[in-house]
C-alpha cells in the first residue's frame, strides 16, 4: 500500500472517534444548558419571598443566625419582620426558604412526601451517623419500616414509660435545687433539659442507666459532641464536601463519635439478639412482660414486615441511634421554650400549674401516670 493511501486512512479511521466526541460535548452542553434553565427558573420563582440583607455576596446569610441565645433573637425578629416567611442563602446559591404562618405550613405539613421533599444537605451531613433510619429513608425503605416501627408507640408500650419519665425529671429538679440552695441564679435550661431527655432515651431505648444526669457519659458525650458538630458543619459553607470535612479536626472528632456511639448501639443489639435466640420469642416476651421492660431495642427485633422479613442488625442501629437523636433533641429544645415562655407569662403558668392541681386532686400520689 502506497503512503498516499495510508495519508488518507488516518482521518478516515478517527473520524468516528471525533464523532463520539462530539456527540459527548453535545450531550454535557445540553445538560448544562437544562440544569442552568432550571435553576434561573427557580430562582425566578424565589425571588417572590422576602429576604433580609445578605452578609454579603459569597457568605449570603451564613452566620447570621448562630446556634445561641443571640441567635435566637435575632431569629424572632426575623420572623417579626417577616410573619408569611423569608428566604436566606447559604453562600451565594443554596436557598433556604423559612416559612412561619400557620396557614402556609399547613399546605406544606398535608403535603405527600414526592412533593415536600427531606433537606439534602443537612441530612447528608447526619448520613454517616444515623444511617438510613426514618429520619432519613425515603420512598419503599421509609413506608416498610414505619409500618414496622407502629407498634413501638401502642399505649402499653408507653405506659410504663411514664414512670422513668418522672424519675429522670426528678433527678433533674434535685440538681435545680442544689444549685439554688447554693446560691446560683443561673442555669443552661437546654443543657440540663438535654440530659434529662437523653437519659430518658437511654433507659425507654436500650433499658439502661448511665447515669448521666449526675456523671460523665462517654456515650452522651459523644451524641451531644455529634449533634454540635453538625450544627457547626451547617454553618460553614467550606466544610459541605466530605473530603476537606474529615481533613478537619471536627471531622476527625465527627469519626470517633461516631464509632463510639455505633459501638455501643452495636454491642446492646449483639446481646439482646443472643438473649431472643436463647430463650425463644415466647418466653423472651413473657419475662419481658413481666418485668414491664419491653424497650424500643426489643419492638426491633421482635418486628416483622407482612413478608415475615425481620430488620437487620444495621437496621436496628439506625432506627436506634435516629431515636436518640431526634427523641433528645427536638423534645429538649420544646421544652426549654414552654418553660422559657412559662417564665415570661406568669399568667400562663399559672393556669398549667392549676390544672395539673386539678389533675392530681384526690389521689394518693403526687406522680404523674
Request: hydrophobic letters at 40%; proline letters at 5%.
Amino acid at each position: 500500500m502506497s503512503q498516499q493511501s495510508l495519508s488518507w486512512l488516518g482521518p478516515l479511521a478517527a473520524f468516528p472517534w471525533l464523532l463520539l466526541l462530539l456527540a459527548g460535548a453535545c450531550w454535557l452542553l445540553a445538560r448544562v444548558l437544562t440544569q442552568t434553565y432550571t435553576l434561573s427558573e427557580k430562582y425566578r420563582h424565589l425571588r417572590r419571598f422576602p429576604q433580609p440583607p445578605r452578609r454579603n455576596w459569597f457568605l449570603g446569610h451564613l452566620g447570621m443566625v448562630p446556634p445561641t441565645e443571640e441567635g435566637m433573637k435575632e431569629l424572632a425578629q426575623l420572623v417579626g419582620t417577616y410573619p408569611q416567611g423569608f428566604i436566606t442563602w447559604m453562600g451565594p446559591i443554596i436557598p433556604l426558604v423559612t416559612l412561619c404562618h400557620p396557614d402556609i405550613l399547613r399546605s406544606v405539613l398535608n403535603a405527600s412526601a414526592a412533593v415536600a421533599l427531606k433537606d439534602v444537605i443537612f441530612y447528608s451531613f447526619l448520613k454517616p451517623w444515623l444511617g438510613d433510619g426514618l429520619l432519613l429513608s425515603a420512598d419503599d425503605k421509609w413506608s416498610r419500616h414505619r409500618r414496622m416501627l407502629t407498634p413501638a408507640f401502642h399505649f402499653n408500650i408507653l405506659k410504663p414509660y411514664v414512670k422513668i419519665f418522672n424519675d429522670s425529671i426528678n433527678i433533674m429538679h434535685a440538681k435545680w435545687q442544689r444549685l439554688a440552695s447554693g446560691g446560683s441564679a443561673r442555669l443552661d435550661m437546654f443543657e440540663q433539659v438535654s440530659l434529662m431527655t437523653l437519659d430518658s432515651l437511654q433507659k425507654c431505648v436500650f433499658s439502661f442507666d448511665s447515669n448521666c444526669q449526675e456523671k460523665p457519659s462517654a456515650y452522651i458525650a459523644a451524641i451531644l459532641e455529634l449533634s454540635a458538630v453538625v450544627v457547626k458543619r451547617h454553618q460553614q459553607l467550606l466544610l459541605h464536601p466530605d473530603p476537606l470535612f474529615h481533613l478537619t479536626s471536627d471531622g476527625r472528632r465527627f469519626r470517633k463519635a461516631c464509632g463510639l456511639v455505633h459501638e455501643f448501639t452495636d454491642a446492646v443489639v449483639r446481646e439482646r439478639r443472643r438473649t431472643l435466640s436463647t430463650q425463644g420469642v415466647d418466653n423472651f416476651l413473657q419475662a419481658k412482660t413481666k418485668a414491664k421492660t419491653l424497650d424500643f431495642i426489643d419492638v426491633l427485633l421482635l418486628a416483622k414486615d407482612e413478608d415475615g422479613k425481620e430488620l437487620s442488625d444495621e437496621d436496628i442501629r439506625a432506627e436506634a441511634d435516629t431515636f436518640m437523636f431526634e427523641g433528645h433533641d427536638t423534645t429538649a429544645s420544646g421544652l426549654s421554650w414552654v418553660l422559657y415562655n412559662l417564665a415570661r407569662h406568669p399568667e400562663h403558668q399559672e393556669r398549667c400549674r392549676e390544672e395539673v392541681r386539678e389533675l392530681l386532686r384526690g389521689r394518693d400520689t403526687e406522680e404523674i401516670e
